[in-house]
């Protein structure tokens, strides 16, 4: 695998044996990594609160139908 500098980029490269432009900043790739997971635990985080108000829903809908059938028996 035969590598060369990019002209005027110093982070990135060209391997010219499949042409492709490789990026050899570790810290740029380390900082992405860490934004990209970051980003992942907030939908993580927003799916689970958006699962348990779903659930709350459901429970005051089952406790609205268990007072209206005791309201039922009452009356």
């Known amino acids: 695998m035969s590598i060369v500098k990019?002209?005027?980029e110093s982070d990135l490269v060209k391997d010219q044996s499949n042409q492709a432009?490789?990026?050899n900043n570790s810290?740029?790739?380390q900082t992405y990594k860490n934004a990209r997971e970051k980003r992942?635990?907030?939908k993580r985080e927003q799916e689970e609160a958006k699962n348990d108000i779903n659930n709350l829903k459901e429970e005051i809908n089952d406790i609205?139908?268990?007072m209206q059938q005791i309201?039922?028996?009452l009356g």
């Open 27 to 29: 810290f740029a790739l």
């Open 6 to 8: 990019v002209k005027d």
């Open 64 to 66: 609205k139908s268990m």
């Open 21 to 23: 432009i490789l990026n």
């Open 40 to 42: 992942r635990a907030a």
């Open 71 to 73: 309201l039922q028996k």
